[in-house]
């Protein structure tokens, strides 16, 4: 177990809804980042949190927001859900300096309805 | 952009025997490589990682290789055993490119046979 811990497991939203997930990093690491993994694709990059600020970004539209707070914790954002939205989102969180060793969590499986 | 690959969607392995996956990767730029495992229903876990100026390196039963001549990187698991079932994907970062986070594959489902 890497320490990495996200909330809720399991979530069914409708399109035009709004969502957020929940992450928090393994003991010591100061830097988040999330990405999105489609059913039988590779994980995508949406955002990296560092400081409480966005420090990176992948090809995600603005609906997609985030948030760090002072113990490190992270929270991941989407508005006005698209049925595409449907997948599981990974929260991974490193030691900025060494930043690429990234810690994955379990997973949200989100289902856009 | 560019993007990391990999040559097969399925390896079926014995029991026992060794398993090689390979990965192809697209960005000259890229310096840094990992390896996670996914089991179903979970996040990938690290592996074993592996930077530029090495092309090589061992961990417990596994061993990454990277060729920068062909782009090329390989996953050696010895021994393969039931709980090595799992989907393999390598990631590659460029550490000169900021907090672009990492590039993943599509992953390798290696099933082992009894």
């Known amino acids: 177990e890497t320490g990495v811990t996200q909330s809720p497991t399991h979530l069914i939203k409708t399109r035009g809804q709004q969502v957020t997930l929940r992450c928090s990093s393994q003991?010591?690491?100061?830097?988040v980042s999330w990405y999105q993994q489609a059913l039988g694709q590779g994980p995508q990059f949406i955002f990296q949190y560092y400081r409480e600020e966005e420090n990176g970004r992948g090809n995600f539209p603005p609906r997609f927001s985030g948030l760090q707070f002072p113990n490190y914790s992270s929270e991941l954002n989407v508005n006005a859900l698209e049925l595409d939205d449907s997948a599981l989102y990974l929260c991974?969180?490193?030691?900025?300096?060494?930043?690429?060793?990234?810690?994955f969590g379990p997973g949200t499986r989100l289902l856009v309805l | 952009g560019e993007s990391v690959g990999l040559h097969l969607p399925t390896l079926s392995v014995q029991e026992g025997d060794n398993s090689i996956i390979n990965c192809a990767y697209s960005?000259?730029?890229?310096?840094?490589f990992i390896w996670y495992k996914q089991e179903s229903g979970k996040g990938p876990q690290f592996i074993i990682d592996?930077?530029?100026?090495?092309d090589k390196r061992q961990g417990q039963r596994v061993t990454v290789l990277l060729n920068k001549t062909v782009k090329h990187l390989s996953l050696q698991i010895a021994a393969t055993q039931p709980g090595d079932s799992a989907v393999y994907f390598c990631?590659?970062?460029?550490?000169?490119?900021?907090?672009?986070?990492?590039?993943f594959g599509k992953g390798t489902h290696l099933i082992i046979q009894p």
């Open positions: 592996i930077r530029s100026n090495m």
């Open positions: 991974a969180s490193s030691l900025q300096g060494s930043e690429e060793t990234q810690y």
């Open positions: 003991s010591g690491h100061n830097t």
């Open positions: 990631a590659e970062k460029d550490s000169g490119g900021g907090a672009d986070g990492l590039t």
């Open positions: 960005n000259s730029a890229s310096d840094y």
